[in-house]
């Protein structure tokens, strides 16, 4: 594994890093489990604290970082600095919310015999994030701002083509006065990961990347005994039903399939329109779809950016070959995007048959495929005819309606009249393919705490 820094735009290697040694790994772990012993009992107020710095930093640096998030994936500038404000707004959430979120509950028992019984949330220790490229920091941020507020201590393996976003967050946390130790970026390699999971300081870990990826990941967790969350692929449905204003509707769907590249798990992937109005779509969506303008991801007036690296550009070309080999039709759509860099031609997938394998794939980049659904039942059908089941939306004027239907579908989140997004405020997670837990609110907070039992019983309370 190499952890390197290649600009998308260019192709150029930038800055290269060697992995960790096991004893670097090793190091970590001990730093780790010594700073949780003194960490776990910090006040929510002095994490608090430490967190509201870190934010600031990130809002008062923020073309600095920023920049690091473009240069190493080809994020578009203008989106790098929204990451760089969501990851502050996702660090003040548990700022004001971590303590009263980790209150203990007293239960209401059926018998007074029982007890004065209570539910405390208590740290379990050190933990594993392994974070996906496209949002470098946004990923941290999701995991690390809850951990840390619950009282974990956090050891990072992020991907290897983000080296210097990974290091730079560790800064920032050492800057904002974290205690040393309490959390750690790793050049990690495979085997220093699945090492790291069977260590019986680590607690547990989080994932966010492929099916594969977790796949193995969990397995290891689950031969240690240690918990898990998965957040893998997704195929968002972007449902469309006779009654939606198309105007909006396709500007949204345009936006939902290609920002950040496309490269989002919860990208609007799989459109699916009801046949009265699938032919006006298409063409309305085609038309906005060639508005795009793709170039250096520094310009402002670009629109769309390259893919992280040239072998996912090279991968997504090949996915759409297949694709056709298997009935599809494919339209590449719009001006020619440049003939250097990790750029792929905005392409339309339509016919894509029940039994073409990829109507079950997840297109990672600035491919749609559409679908015509005779009527709103068979829209459902379809949206749930996948095995991801992360993210979707449902476009209509009567949004009472939209909701009903947001119930009929197989997802872990789903938005009416907007793709889905993601917020500071709001829980994120899947089912199915898509993995299991949550991440962000008291959901995530309270995914890697001991929920302790503590009940106090009156001595001479009958047997």
Same mark, same amino acid.
């Given at each position: 594994?190499?952890?390197?820094?290649?600009?998308?735009?260019?192709?150029?290697?930038?800055?290269?890093?060697?992995?960790?040694?096991?004893?670097?790994?090793?190091?970590?772990?001990?730093?780790?489990?010594?700073?949780?012993?003194?960490?776990?009992?910090?006040?929510?107020?002095?994490?608090?604290?430490?967190?509201?710095?870190?934010?600031?930093?990130?809002?008062?640096?923020?073309?600095?970082?920023?920049?690091?998030?473009?240069?190493?994936?080809?994020?578009?500038?203008?989106?790098?600095?929204?990451?760089?404000?969501?990851?502050?707004?996702?660090?003040?959430?548990?700022?004001?919310?971590?303590?009263?979120?980790?209150?203990?509950?007293?239960?209401?028992?059926?018998?007074?015999?029982?007890?004065?019984?209570?539910?405390?949330?208590?740290?379990?220790?050190?933990?594993?994030?392994?974070?996906?490229?496209?949002?470098?920091?946004?990923?941290?941020?999701?995991?690390?701002?809850?951990?840390?507020?619950?009282?974990?201590?956090?050891?990072?393996?992020?991907?290897?083509?983000?080296?210097?976003?990974?290091?730079?967050?560790?800064?920032?946390?050492?800057? /904002? @006065?974290? =205690?040393?130790? %309490?959390?750690?970026? &790793?050049?990690?390699?495979? +085997? $220093?990961?699945?090492?790291?999971?069977?260590?019986?300081?680590?607690?547990?870990?989080?994932?966010?990347?492929?099916?594969?990826?977790?796949?193995?990941?969990?397995?290891?967790?689950?031969?240690?005994?240690?918990?898990?969350?998965?957040?893998?692929?997704?195929?968002?449905?972007?449902?469309?039903?006779?009654?939606?204003?198309?105007?909006?509707?396709?500007?949204?769907?345009?936006?939902?399939?290609?920002?950040?590249?496309?490269?989002?798990?919860?990208?609007?992937?799989?459109?699916?329109?009801?046949?009265?109005?699938?032919?006006?779509?298409?063409?309305?969506?085609?038309?906005?779809?060639?508005?795009?303008? /793709? @170039?250096? =991801?520094?310009? %402002?007036?670009?629109? &769309?950016?390259?893919?992280? +690296? $040239?072998?996912?550009?090279?991968?997504?070309?090949?996915?759409?070959?297949?694709?056709?080999?298997?009935?599809?039709?494919?339209?590449?759509?719009?001006?020619?995007?440049?003939?250097?860099?990790?750029?792929?031609?905005?392409?339309?997938?339509?016919?894509?048959?029940?039994?073409?394998?990829?109507?079950?794939?997840?297109?990672?980049?600035?491919?749609?495929?559409?679908?015509?659904?005779?009527?709103?039942?068979?829209?459902?059908?379809?949206?749930?005819?996948?095995?991801?089941?992360?993210?979707?939306?449902?476009?209509?004027?009567?949004?009472?309606?939209?909701?009903?239907?947001?119930?009929?579908?197989?997802?872990?989140?789903?938005?009416?009249?907007?793709?889905?997004?993601?917020?500071?405020?709001?829980?994120?997670?899947?089912?199915?393919?898509?993995?299991?837990?949550?991440?962000?609110?008291?959901?995530?907070?309270?995914?890697?705490?001991?929920?302790?039992?503590?009940?106090?019983?009156?001595?001479?309370?009958?047997?």
């Amino acid at each position: 594994m190499t952890y390197a820094t290649t600009y998308p735009y260019t192709g150029e290697v930038l800055k290269s890093f060697p992995n960790a040694t096991d004893e670097e790994i090793a190091q970590a772990i001990d730093a780790a489990h010594n700073a949780f012993l003194a960490w776990r009992h910090t006040s929510y107020a002095a994490r608090g604290m430490i967190l509201q710095k870190a934010a600031g930093l990130l809002r008062q640096n923020a073309d600095e970082y920023a920049k690091l998030l473009t240069l190493e994936m080809g994020k578009l500038f203008a989106e790098a600095k929204a990451e760089v404000e969501l990851s502050a707004k996702i660090l003040e959430y548990y700022v004001h919310n971590a303590d009263r979120l980790l209150q203990p509950e007293k239960l209401s028992v059926a018998d007074p015999a029982e007890g004065e019984a209570v539910i405390v949330c208590e740290p379990l220790g050190v933990l594993l994030a392994i974070e996906p490229w496209n949002f470098p920091y946004y990923q941290i941020a999701r995991i690390i701002a809850p951990q840390l507020s619950a009282g974990n201590t956090m050891l990072l393996k992020h991907a290897s083509n983000v080296p210097q976003s990974a290091a730079a967050f560790e800064r920032l946390m050492r800057e /904002a @006065g974290l =205690p040393a130790g %309490a959390f750690l970026n &790793l050049y990690a390699t495979r +085997s $220093q990961v699945e090492m790291i999971i069977a260590d019986p300081r680590v607690h547990g870990v989080a994932l966010t990347g492929s099916e594969d990826a977790g796949a193995v990941v969990a397995a290891q967790a689950g031969k240690a005994l240690k918990k898990s969350t998965m957040e893998l692929g997704g195929a968002d449905a972007f449902v469309v039903l006779a009654d939606a204003d198309l105007e909006k509707t396709v500007k949204w769907a345009v936006f939902g399939r290609h920002w950040n590249g496309g490269q989002v798990c919860v990208s609007s992937k799989r459109m699916i329109i009801v046949d009265d109005v699938y032919d006006e779509f298409l063409a309305r969506y085609r038309k906005g779809v060639a508005g795009l303008k /793709a @170039g250096d =991801p520094f310009d %402002a007036e670009t629109t &769309l950016a390259p893919l992280s +690296s $040239q072998a996912a550009a090279d991968d997504i070309k090949d996915r759409i070959r297949q694709a056709v080999a298997h009935g599809a039709k494919a339209e590449e759509v719009g001006p020619p995007v440049p003939n250097h860099g990790a750029f792929v031609q905005p392409t339309i997938l339509t016919e894509v048959g029940e039994d073409n394998p990829a109507r079950y794939w997840e297109f990672f980049g600035p491919v749609s495929m559409l679908f015509r659904a005779k009527d709103e039942d068979d829209a459902v059908r379809i949206a749930n005819d996948s095995p991801f089941g992360l993210g979707g939306s449902v476009f209509t004027s009567d949004t009472k309606h939209g909701a009903e239907v947001a119930r009929r579908l197989s997802t872990g989140m789903v938005f009416v009249n907007h793709p889905t997004k993601v917020e500071a405020d709001l829980p994120f997670g899947g089912i199915g393919r898509s993995g299991y837990g949550r991440e962000l609110l008291g959901l995530g907070l309270k995914e890697f705490v001991n929920h302790k039992l503590i009940d106090v019983v009156d001595i001479d309370a009958r047997f």
